[in-house]
């Protein structure tokens, strides 16, 4: 059987999108965080500065794993049942529609979780929204 006949499971592109959003978004939060308070109306220093550079990391530990995870078996899912899946010249149009409605499935848990990541990050809410779960009250 050759390498490209193989294809994921549900459950396999489940892990693995988790898997992968999560180590991603771990990796790169410090940058985040610093380019978030670089674009804040309160500006660098009083948004935090340096200081506390993993504040909002618990929404995206919460919300990472999840929004990954639904993007890529949403992905995975609507490529192999498409309509447009039994046809080669659709194949890119097929991928596109796909990955957009895998995009829009993840921003129902991405978009809330970047809310309350933002604005612990920039500390919006003051000495109310000390951390992720702090935050989400406020929100």
Same mark, same amino acid.
């Given at each position: 059987?050759?390498?490209? $006949? ?8 489940l892990a693995a999108g988790g898997a992968a959003g999560t180590a991603v978004d771990l990796l790169f939060f410090p940058i985040d965080t610093v ?19 993993? =504040?909002?990391?618990?929404?995206? &530990? ?7 995870? !639904? ?16 046809? =080669?010249?659709?194949?890119? !149009?097929?991928?596109? !529609? ?9 921003? !129902?848990?991405? &978009? ?7 604005? @612990?990050?920039?500390? @919006?809410?003051?000495?109310?929204? =000390?951390?992720?779960? $702090?935050?989400? =009250?406020?929100?």
């Amino acid at each position: 059987m050759a390498s490209e $006949d193989i294809k994921p499971t549900f459950f396999q592109s489940l892990a693995a999108g988790g898997a992968a959003g999560t180590a991603v978004d771990l990796l790169f939060f410090p940058i985040d965080t610093v380019k978030t308070r670089l674009q804040s109306s309160q500006g660098f220093l009083r948004a935090g500065g340096f200081n506390g550079i993993y =504040k909002g990391i618990g929404s995206v &530990v919460v919300g990472s794993a999840p929004g990954a995870a !639904l993007f890529f078996s949403t992905y995975e899912t609507m490529k192999k049942h498409s309509p447009l899946s039994e046809s =080669k010249s659709f194949a890119p !149009l097929n991928h596109m !529609l796909s990955a957009s409605l895998g995009e829009v499935t993840a921003c !129902l848990v991405r &978009v809330p979780t970047e809310v309350i990541k933002t604005r @612990t990050q920039t500390m @919006t809410y003051g000495a109310l929204g =000390k951390s992720s779960f $702090d935050a989400a =009250k406020q929100v």
